[in-house]
């Protein structure tokens, strides 16, 4: 029965293909299986990458199982992938369903990237913490876990993402960092070079989440983007916005300075998306790409 049967759809599919019906007409005829798209894609620790989607009812995204905001366009719908920085390499794949129908399958291979080693000088202070200093840091971190814990749910940015500063990068997304010969860590971010008092501008269009004296970033600003994406800006003199404010692409937020654990005047910029650190320059790249084709 179960080979009568396989026959018979086989039949279908021969006799839809030999009558030259269209891939819409096929997939719209309910008799008949989808025909899965398989779609092969390559990431890095820290990329961002967007993915282009038709926009369907009933449409959903999985990626490594796990569903995914999907932002609705006018003539198409828009996801956001990312790869952790501390990565295990593992192969991923993204399934894009209608009605639970498995329609596109996007295969993600990990593939390696190298980070260099550089080594700072800073503050001691910023190494061997007081208790003060650690209930600070403490108390700081649950309230940006609360921040980066809920997001605009759909796109609230407006086209590509540009770069806080044309100035010389000082320290690139990634480096492995020695602080003071003796504590290690990672730069998860990208260093720009400026004086105190550098205007900031924001990077697109975002909701102002958090405008405040963080113990390691000194005089900070989050913006919420939507979608899970956030961009930071650190070791500010000066923020010249406040926490639920709406800003666009390039508005005025702060001034550059040296303020928290730093080595000297510069701009520190992060930007986190689902809940990772990934490079804000490939971030740039990719929206330029995507939303500029
Ligand atoms: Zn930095």
Request: glycine share 8%.
């Amino acid at each position: 029965m179960k080979l009568a049967m396989s026959a018979l759809i086989v039949l279908i599919i021969g006799c839809s293909t030999f009558q030259g019906k269209t891939e819409h007409q096929k997939t719209s005829s309910k008799e008949l299986k989808r025909e899965v798209i398989s779609i092969d894609e390559t990431i890095r620790p820290g990329d961002v990458k967007f993915l282009k989607l038709p926009k369907m009812a009933d449409a959903k995204l999985y990626c490594r199982g796990q569903e995914q905001r999907i932002s609705e366009g006018e003539d198409h719908s828009t996801a956001v992938v990312m790869e952790s920085y501390f990565t295990e390499f593992k192969p991923f794949t993204c399934e894009f369903k209608i009605k639970d129908e498995l329609a596109t399958v996007y295969n993600f291979t990990v593939m390696e990237r190298r980070f260099n080693e550089e080594t700072l000088r800073v503050s001691p202070r910023t190494i061997k913490l007081s208790q003060k200093d650690q209930d600070r840091a403490w108390q700081e971190q649950l309230v940006l876990n609360k921040i980066y814990a809920s997001s605009h749910p759909s796109l609230f940015f407006k086209g590509p993402f540009v770069k806080p500063l044309n100035s010389k990068v000082t320290s690139i997304y990634g480096v492995r960092r020695i602080y003071n010969n003796e504590k290690k860590g990672q730069h998860l971010g990208t260093d720009f070079r400026a004086p105190i008092g550098e205007k900031v501008p924001a990077t697109n269009r975002g909701k102002v989440v958090l405008a405040r004296d963080l113990f390691y970033t000194g005089y900070t600003v989050i913006l919420d983007h939507g979608m899970d994406i956030f961009t930071v800006y650190g070791h500010l003199s000066k923020t010249l916005v406040k926490e639920g404010d709406i800003v666009e692409k390039k508005d005025l937020i702060g001034l550059s300075g040296n303020t928290g654990r730093s080595s000297g005047p510069h701009l520190h910029w992060g930007v986190k998306v689902q809940g990772q650190y990934v490079d804000g320059m490939i971030l740039v790249d990719e929206s330029k790409k995507f939303f500029l084709p």
